[in-house]
């Protein structure tokens, strides 16, 4: 808190929270730096290297998801020296200019620039490759609006393809993300939109046997999901010696057979909950091996206590069209007559054969009729014609729920298998590691798809790819923001509080980035004609939060590099 006298002349205040910030983390791994270093340009051409340029990308991309389109309105609002360490106007940053710097990326091979970023990054927050048990891969799809020519050379394939986002009518381009436990990227990849996820595990394999030495890469556990199951996939594990843990996909027959066996044979080993959240899910693992391809693998059954929502609303659409289909089938047999008992017993026997229902069963019963004989020639009956009777046999059929196959194949949509090469880790471990993908590459997926990717200036393939690349950079100032709070939270012991005094152990890197929203910074000029800074952080919480984040509040106050 401060107070301005009148002799002060407020020249500006602007919500610096969130670039500053972002600008501490970017100088500590030394982004800009290695960018300039690894992008062709000429700094008697260029007012802005590259590298600048596009860190003012990151700024917009992480300070507001719509400020991408319009960056020159996000920067009118910053306090631009403060940010880029020199004199600058929003129209240094127009499109254009964004524009060239992403072309340059794109010259430089941005695949490798951001793996060079990332290994920096990792080496200063403590995550170097040597260190790591497991890392964790996986894919997902960016769909883009408009239309992208798919003729240019070297550029990825903006097209149709396996949508992730439900929007099969759009095209789109994929992202791969290899990453620590902890959700900080290590390796990433940017493919053309129609690439499988087995074929991405097969190229990411290689890459792995290229870009770590052959005792590390032995040493890790790679944890993925169940696109690597593959023979191809097997085999390329074996003979690069590579340790992997993922799910076993159940388009293999072995998958039902071994949980059908362990739901026979029993002997589960209970393993409790994995997280400390209320409701959380219990799991049972059942351990055995299986052979795949003439390999013998080490595999877990594993049960959970909480039904995942897409299969039990399968279940529920499966149990539903089956009863729809008995009632008809019944309906027709209540609708026909037999003339002897054996008939309509033989009629309800076929009925209850070859309904296939997993769910429903058909329960029933002959009943005998009296029916009157319908008079052979036309006219009335002659006057004390007595009518004459007949006896008819009908089934009495309704549709029953079995309950016990209904439990069990809840029981077996509740189950699933994993597999892996190693006979090391405890099964819980295993488990927890595979869970904890989650955490590593599902819930950066969904940071990275509420980032803007289509902005206008972005006109080509290989545009977007850059742009793309931006992004993973982005992403990664994110996570490392998220895991320096969330280590720094867990060594102290005590939580961060939000400003509606919410205690939380594991602030997202979101929640961080809305704290550092309140966060103002004030330029005014002084009596003697000198120009100051003042930050203003309302409540101690985020005060705090900058403490965690390593990063003094003369960050906002001081230009940098002078």
């Given at each position: 808190?401060?107070?301005?006298?009148?002799?002060?002349?407020?020249?500006?205040?602007?919500?610096?929270?969130?670039?500053?910030?972002?600008?501490?983390?970017?100088?500590?791994?030394?982004?800009?730096?290695?960018?300039?270093?690894?992008?062709?340009?000429?700094?008697?051409?260029?007012?802005?290297?590259?590298?600048?340029?596009?860190?003012?990308?990151?700024?917009?991309?992480?300070?507001?998801?719509?400020?991408?389109?319009?960056?020159?309105?996000?920067?009118?609002?910053?306090?631009?020296?403060?940010?880029?360490?020199?004199?600058?106007?929003?129209?240094?940053?127009?499109?254009?200019?964004?524009?060239?710097?992403?072309?340059?990326?794109?010259?430089?091979?941005?695949?490798?620039?951001?793996?060079?970023?990332?290994?920096?990054?990792?080496?200063?927050?403590?995550?170097?490759?040597?260190?790591?048990?497991?890392?964790?891969?996986?894919?997902?799809?960016?769909?883009?609006?408009?239309?992208?020519?798919?003729?240019?050379?070297?550029?990825?394939?903006?097209?149709?393809?396996?949508?992730?986002?439900?929007?099969?009518?759009?095209?789109?381009?994929g992202i791969g993300l290899l990453a620590t436990r902890e959700g900080?990227?290590?390796?990433?990849?940017?493919?053309?939109?129609?690439?499988?996820?087995?074929?991405?595990?097969?190229?990411?394999?290689?890459?792995?046997?290229?870009?770590?030495?052959?005792?590390?890469?032995?040493?890790?556990?790679?944890?993925?999901?169940?696109?690597?199951?593959?023979?191809?996939?097997?085999?390329?594990?074996?003979?690069?010696?590579?340790?992997?843990?993922?799910?076993?996909?159940?388009?293999?027959?072995?998958?039902?057979?071994?949980?059908?066996?362990?739901?026979?044979?029993?002997?589960?080993?209970?393993?409790?909950?994995?997280?400390?959240?209320?409701?959380?899910?219990?799991?049972?693992?059942?351990?055995?091996?299986c052979e795949l391809d003439g390999r013998t693998y080490r595999a877990?059954?594993?049960?959970?206590?909480?039904?995942?929502?897409?299969?039990?609303?399968?279940?529920?659409?499966?149990?539903?069209?089956?009863?729809?289909?008995?009632?008809?089938?019944?309906?027709?047999?209540?609708?026909?007559?037999?003339?002897?008992?054996?008939?309509?017993?033989?009629?309800?026997?076929?009925?209850?054969?070859?309904?296939?229902?997993?769910?429903?069963?058909?329960?029933?019963?002959?009943?005998?009729?009296?029916?009157?004989?319908?008079?052979?020639?036309?006219?009335?009956?002659?006057?004390?014609?007595?009518?004459?009777?007949?006896?008819?046999?009908?089934?009495?059929?309704?549709?029953?729920?079995?309950?016990?196959?209904?439990?069990?194949?809840?029981?077996?949509?509740?189950?699933?298998?994993?597999?892996?090469?190693?006979?090391?880790?405890?099964?819980?471990?295993?488990?927890?590691?595979?869970?904890?993908?989650?955490?590593?590459?599902?819930?950066?997926?969904?940071?990275?798809?509420?980032?803007?990717?289509?902005?206008?200036?972005?006109?080509?393939?290989?545009?977007?790819?850059?742009?793309?690349?931006?992004?993973?950079?982005?992403?990664?100032?994110?996570?490392?923001?998220?895991?320096?709070?969330?280590?720094?939270?867990?060594?102290?012991?005590?939580?961060?509080?939000?400003?509606?005094?919410?205690?939380?152990?594991?602030?997202?890197?979101?929640?961080?980035?809305?704290?550092?929203?309140?966060?103002?910074?004030?330029?005014?000029?002084?009596?003697?004609?000198?120009?100051?800074?003042?930050?203003?952080?309302?409540?101690?919480?985020?005060?705090?939060?900058?403490?965690?984040?390593?990063?003094?509040?003369?960050?906002?106050?001081?230009?940098?590099?002078?």
């Amino acid at each position: 808190m401060f107070i301005l006298v009148s002799a002060m002349e407020i020249l500006a205040s602007t919500p610096s929270g969130v670039p500053v910030a972002v600008r501490c983390v970017a100088d500590e791994i030394g982004l800009v730096r290695l960018l300039d270093e690894a992008l062709p340009w000429d700094d008697r051409q260029c007012k802005f290297s590259p590298g600048t340029r596009l860190l003012v990308l990151i700024f917009a991309i992480l300070y507001d998801r719509t400020a991408l389109y319009r960056v020159q309105q996000f920067l009118a609002y910053q306090d631009l020296p403060l940010l880029v360490g020199r004199p600058a106007v929003p129209e240094d940053f127009n499109d254009d200019a964004l524009a060239r710097a992403l072309d340059k990326l794109w010259q430089a091979g941005a695949q490798r620039v951001f793996t060079t970023v990332c290994a920096r990054s990792m080496g200063t927050f403590g995550l170097d490759w040597p260190k790591l048990v497991a890392i964790h891969g996986d894919t997902t799809s960016i769909s883009v609006y408009g239309a992208y020519p798919e003729d240019e050379p070297g550029a990825i394939r903006i097209r149709h393809g396996y949508s992730k986002d439900k929007r099969p009518d759009l095209k789109q381009f994929g992202i791969g993300l290899l990453a620590t436990r902890e959700g900080v990227p290590c390796l990433a990849s940017v493919h053309s939109g129609n690439l499988e996820d087995k074929k991405w595990n097969h190229g990411l394999l290689d890459r792995l046997a290229k870009e770590l030495p052959a005792e590390l890469l032995q040493r890790l556990l790679y944890v993925t999901d169940s696109a690597l199951v593959t023979y191809e996939n097997l085999r390329k594990l074996e003979d690069l010696g590579i340790r992997f843990l993922s799910r076993l996909p159940e388009t293999f027959g072995v998958a039902q057979v071994l949980k059908t066996r362990a739901w026979a044979e029993g002997g589960w080993q209970d393993i409790g909950r994995l997280s400390e959240v209320l409701g959380a899910a219990s799991y049972q693992v059942w351990e055995t091996v299986c052979e795949l391809d003439g390999r013998t693998y080490r595999a877990l059954v594993v049960y959970s206590t909480s039904l995942d929502k897409r299969k039990e609303q399968a279940l529920k659409r499966q149990e539903e069209r089956e009863r729809e289909e008995l009632e008809q089938a019944v309906r027709r047999l209540h609708e026909q007559r037999f003339a002897c008992q054996a008939d309509a017993e033989g009629a309800l026997r076929r009925l209850q054969e070859e309904a296939k229902a997993q769910f429903w069963a058909v329960q029933g019963q002959v009943v005998a009729e009296q029916e009157r004989v319908k008079r052979p020639g036309p006219g009335r009956p002659r006057k004390g014609e007595e009518p004459e009777y007949q006896t008819v046999y009908r089934v009495q059929a309704e549709l029953v729920v079995q309950e016990g196959k209904r439990e069990a194949a809840r029981r077996l949509a509740s189950t699933f298998v994993l597999l892996t090469n190693t006979p090391e880790p405890s099964a819980r471990d295993l488990l927890a590691e595979y869970k904890g993908q989650q955490t590593a590459v599902e819930i950066p997926f969904r940071v990275l798809k509420g980032l803007p990717v289509s902005p206008v200036f972005v006109k080509k393939p290989h545009r977007v790819e850059a742009l793309a690349w931006v992004i993973l950079m982005a992403y990664l100032i994110y996570a490392l923001m998220q895991y320096r709070v969330r280590q720094a939270i867990a060594h102290r012991g005590k939580p961060l509080c939000s400003p509606v005094r919410k205690k939380d152990m594991r602030p997202t890197g979101r929640s961080i980035l809305d704290m550092l929203l309140m966060i103002q910074t004030v330029k005014v000029r002084l009596p003697d004609g000198t120009v100051a800074r003042y930050v203003t952080c309302p409540t101690e919480h985020i005060e705090d939060l900058l403490n965690l984040l390593r990063i003094g509040k003369e960050a906002y106050t001081t230009v940098p590099y002078t």
